[in-house]
């Protein structure tokens, strides 16, 4: 039943899985990844500057920033989507983003995507059953005569009824559409699936069955979750490991604990401070987040978040800041965070 797995707000993922990350073993990394697109006028926009980071077994590996800060232009680079401009994703002892044609063809049954709009990854003239079963059959993995058995038990896996497997995907709810990407994702039993928003269109009451689930296949499977979505606490209560984002810089890496209180990063103190929360205390107020965002194709010397800072000083204007680990597991791109 999904209540042995549901999310407690004092008690993230990170609490109830018995590996840390210490322990864990590092299933992606990615290593000095960039990604730039050219633009009219000779510019270049750095989507994803410079990011490095692991993701383990088994575990939820969470990113949020504000829109444009580069969350979907990372995993889709990771994904080979868009080609990368420079770094390295190792998986599995070996560069992918060198992968070509069938070898790179192959690779992609480990590593699958839950898009944002289920409906739109979607071809409306096909059934469920042919929607679920069509990468086992690409991939020679299914007979034709054994479709229906399949795409019966790919629906009981997501705990969608067996009879939907004849239906069209117009014919189902938000929530029962995204469940239908989640089983299409599992068909080919990856080591790591990519949600990207995959939430974030859902009524909230959705939203919980949806997460639950994800975090009973999760124990069930040992699959890892690289978790992109904008409800900070959502991430916070599903993550392991937390990447905070922006302009295209990793600013903030936390391992194994919770965001909302152990952040140090100012960007990420500014996010949480501007969260609705239904529970405000007497006196709490919403702080937003203010400050014009700087242009991604005409970024300034030093941090890229220092024209929105309470802090800054004048470090912060002339010397980009650099990920280090200011505790175990917690690394910072802040001149002004010891």
Not at 52 to 59: E, L, V
Not at 172 to 191: F, V, Y
Not at 282 to 290: F, R, S, Y
């Amino acid at each position: 039943m999904l209540e042995n797995v549901r999310l407690h707000p004092h008690e993230n993922c990170a609490c109830t899985h018995d590996s840390s990350a210490e322990q864990a073993e590092a299933v992606l990394e990615v290593k000095n990844l960039t990604k730039k697109f050219p633009v009219e006028g000779g510019k270049v926009l750095t989507a994803c500057d410079n990011v490095s980071f692991q993701a383990y077994k088994g575990q939820t590996l969470g990113i949020i920033g504000e829109s444009g800060c580069g969350k979907s232009t990372l995993v889709r680079t990771i994904l080979q989507i868009h080609p990368a401009t420079a770094g390295e994703v190792i998986f599995e002892g070996q560069d992918i983003l060198l992968l070509k044609g069938e070898a790179l063809r192959q690779n992609r049954r480990k590593i699958q995507m839950v898009f944002q709009d289920p409906s739109a990854a979607f071809n409306p003239k096909m059934r469920v059953k042919d929607i679920l079963c069509e990468p086992l059959l690409n991939f020679g993995l299914l007979q034709k005569s054994e479709v229906d058995a399949r795409a019966s038990e790919l629906l009981q896996m997501v705990e969608l009824p067996v009879e939907f497997k004849d239906r069209y995907p117009h014919s189902m709810s938000g929530g029962q559409r995204q469940r239908l990407g989640i089983a299409r994702a599992l068909s080919l039993e990856p080591q790591i699936i990519v949600c990207d928003e995959a939430t974030s269109a859902l009524d909230v009451s959705v939203q919980e069955k949806t997460c639950e689930l994800l975090v009973r296949l999760q124990k069930e499977k040992g699959i890892t979750y690289i978790f992109i979505c904008h409800d900070i606490g959502l991430v916070d209560l599903m993550s392991h490991q937390v990447a905070v984002m922006y302009l295209g810089n990793v600013v903030e890496r936390l391992e194994g604990c919770r965001l909302s209180t152990g952040s140090a990063h100012p960007y990420t103190k500014a996010l949480i401070k501007s969260i609705f929360k239904v529970d405000f205390k007497p006196g709490e107020k919403i702080e937003p987040l203010e400050g014009d965002i700087p242009s991604p194709l005409d970024l300034p010397l030093g941090c890229p978040f220092q024209s929105r800072c309470e802090e800054c000083q004048d470090i912060c204007r002339q010397e980009k800041p650099q990920l280090r680990e200011i505790h175990q597991g917690h690394f910072v791109a802040c001149h002004l965070v010891k």
